[in-house]
């Protein structure tokens, strides 16, 4: 199953993705992780990516298809993966399908969560952040099982730079503006199972596992 989690800042992918690596086995691949990674690192690439993402646009296509194009050859996903992050224009969309149709292979599933702004930036506002692998507490609504330390590393929880409330706008505009056409594209293709995104995560998750069925 190759499926795309598709949704704005703060909407959940990352921690529903968490579920889905649980249940069904497969691997998240999201392109934020990756750019964090990459500037983590120090990398020529990180280094450029660092002040766009603090900035709240797009990296450039041409970085996040070469990650993309680069880990969906590896073995692990040969049963299938999770993109969440990507694509997130029509650009990376074009790309990915173009990518896939040259292994004769497509994507199943695009589970759109649909979260409206004003629960976007709460939810944000009290995001506290695993680095290394990318998971995602809030403070109120998915608190860690101790304060400020991730479930399974014990390792510290921190706030990422670019969930200034400045910054979070910025990212909800280019959301609306560069990756919400994708909404369309996959829905014409048939493959778009949109899931209300409001609610308990687990009332959510439930909600992605009919959609997946379907
Ligand atoms: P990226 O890392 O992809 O960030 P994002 O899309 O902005 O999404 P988030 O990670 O902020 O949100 P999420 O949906 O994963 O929500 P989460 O589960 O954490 O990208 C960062 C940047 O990298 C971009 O701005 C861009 O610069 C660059 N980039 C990345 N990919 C790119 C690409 N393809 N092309 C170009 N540039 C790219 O949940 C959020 C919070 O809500 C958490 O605190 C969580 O605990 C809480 N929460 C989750 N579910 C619920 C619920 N049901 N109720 C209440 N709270 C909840
Ligand atoms: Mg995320």
Not at 128 to 134: C, K, L, N, V
Not at 171 to 179: D, F, I, K, V
Request: glycine share 10%.
């Amino acid at each position: 199953m190759r499926i795309i989690l598709l949704g704005p800042p703060g909407a959940g992918k990352g921690t529903q993705a968490q579920n889905l690596i649980r249940d069904y086995g497969l691997v998240q691949l999201s392109t934020g992780d990756m750019l964090r990674a990459a500037v983590k690192s120090g990398s020529e690439i990180g280094k450029q990516a660092k002040a766009v993402i603090d900035s709240g646009a797009l990296v450039s296509d041409e970085i996040v298809i070469g990650y993309v194009r680069n880990r969906i050859a590896q073995p692990d996903c040969a049963n299938g993966y999770m993109l969440d992050g990507f694509p997130r224009n029509l650009t990376q969309a074009k790309k990915l399908d173009e990518m896939l149709a040259s292994q004769n292979e497509q994507i199943d599933k695009v589970v759109e969560l649909c979260v409206n702004d004003a629960a976007l930036v709460a939810r944000i506002a009290g995001r506290r952040f695993h680095m290394a692998s990318g998971r995602s507490y809030h403070i109120e609504f998915n608190p860690p099982k101790i304060e400020g330390k991730d479930d399974e590393t014990g390792e510290p929880l921190v706030q990422r730079e670019d969930d200034k409330e400045d910054t979070v706008e910025f990212r909800l505009n280019t959301y609306h503006e560069q990756t919400s056409p994708l909404v369309e594209y996959y829905g014409e293709k048939g493959v778009l199972g949109s899931v209300d995104g409001m609610g308990t995560p687990d009332e959510i998750y439930s909600r992605i596992k009919e959609a997946l069925a379907e």
